[in-house]
């Protein structure tokens, strides 16, 4: 069983940045893949940024150039550097892996950006 923990949510002005990250509970090196969704108020949970084990990176398109995912998998952590952010990046942000065909989840960190 994996136990993800993210922090480093908060209260940002538009255009500003925050780091995210998501601490593991048990070595993450065999863990392919590694990532974030978000969730707004209203609206489906969505892909925000996903990192391979390999280092291989994807984003959504409304985050490309702006958000960068990293992990360290000495440290089992997953980060995400979010830069320029707006207002519609304000949502819950939750921290997902998948081993063994099992999807593990965080609780949630709360990112609101105000205007």
């Known amino acids: 069983q994996v136990q993800l923990v993210e922090s480093g949510g908060g209260l940002v002005q538009a255009g500003g940045s925050l780091r995210l990250s998501c601490a593991a509970n048990?070595?993450?090196?065999?863990?392919?893949?590694m990532g974030w969704y978000r969730q707004a108020p209203g609206k489906q949970r969505e892909l925000v940024a996903i990192i391979t084990s390999d280092g291989i990176t994807t984003y959504a398109d409304s985050v490309k150039g702006r958000f960068t995912i990293s992990r360290d998998n000495a440290e089992n952590t997953v980060s995400l550097q979010m830069n320029s952010l707006k207002p519609e990046d304000t949502a819950v942000y939750y921290c997902?892996?998948?081993?063994?065909?099992?999807?593990?989840w965080g609780r949630g960190t709360q990112v609101t950006v105000a205007s």
């Open positions: 048990r070595s993450i090196r065999s863990i392919n893949t």
């Open positions: 997902t892996c998948r081993r063994t065909l099992i999807d593990y």
